[in-house]
T-cell receptor
Framework: AQSVTQPDIHITVSEGASLELRCNYS??????LFWYVQSPGQGLQLLLK??????LVQGIKGFEAEFKRSQSSFNLRKPSVHWSDAAEYFC???????????FGTGTRLKVLA | GAGVSQSPSNKVTEKGKDVELRCDPI?????LYWYRQSLGQGLEFLIY????????KSGLPSDRFSAERTGGSVSTLTIQRTQQEDSAVYLC?????????FGQGTRLTVV
């Protein structure tokens, strides 16, 4: 079955610390992979996406993610977290034909001043 | 408009009533999606439109849920005989080659 797993429901980091949010997927073929962020009361904003090619992708707001086929993972990283990064982060796989998404359950990030 | 617009932003309805949720996609976007975000279920796909047709309705949870799209633009999600478990945020998204963009959602509360 197709699924996306985000094993960490909540993560707390100090401002300026590095961040890694985990995402593992189960999909029949190589899917399209996405990370979205949702701030309180806001819609989903695309941080970055992976379709093919270079397995390290850069996104907005200083985020990057690395696709590892052997581990079926697409972890999100940021070298230095800012207080404004506090939000909920969703990993998703997209069907290459329809772009229909399967989302993970999300990771809520708290940033300590 | 500049983004995906959904209305109303909030809707409170009594159990058993019908509700209609509206989505105005970004102009020119041919693909349109509805998702539901609820505490217990996370973000779930409901239905996908390509133009006015819906080749994938697999996420609609019951026959109380239906959706249509007219003129390749506006879409309406209708929930008949609402139940308390329908309480959720309903998100609409539209897509063109540049990417998929989400609206702010309609928060539906069934009391």
């Amino acid at each position: 079955a197709q699924s996306v797993t985000q094993p960490d429901i909540h993560i707390t980091v100090s401002e300026g610390a590095s961040l890694e949010l985990r995402c593992n997927y189960s999909y029949g073929a190589t899917p399209y992979l996405f990370w979205y962020v949702q701030s309180p009361g806001q819609g989903l904003q695309l941080l970055l996406k992976y379709f093919s090619g270079d397995t390290l992708v850069q996104g907005i707001k200083g985020f990057e993610a690395e696709f590892k086929r052997s581990q079926s993972s697409f972890n999100l990283r940021k070298p230095s977290v800012h207080w404004s990064d506090a939000a909920e982060y969703f990993c998703a796989v997209g069907d290459p034909g329809t772009y229909k998404y399967i989302f993970g359950t999300g990771t809520r990030l708290k940033v300590l001043a | 408009g500049a983004g995906v617009s959904q209305s109303p932003s909030n809707k409170v309805t009594e159990k058993g009533k019908d509700v209609e949720l509206r989505c105005d996609p970004i102009s020119g976007h041919t693909a349109l999606y509805w998702y539901r975000q609820s505490l217990g279920q996370g973000l779930e796909f409901l239905i996908y439109f390509q133009g006015n047709s819906a080749p994938d309705k697999s996420g609609l949870p019951s026959d109380r849920f239906s959706a249509e799209r007219t003129g390749g633009s506006v879409s309406t999600l209708t929930i008949q005989r609402t139940q308390q478990e329908d309480s959720a945020v309903y998100l609409c998204a539209s897509r063109l080659e540049s990417g998929t963009f989400f609206g702010q959602g309609t928060r539906l509360t069934v009391v």
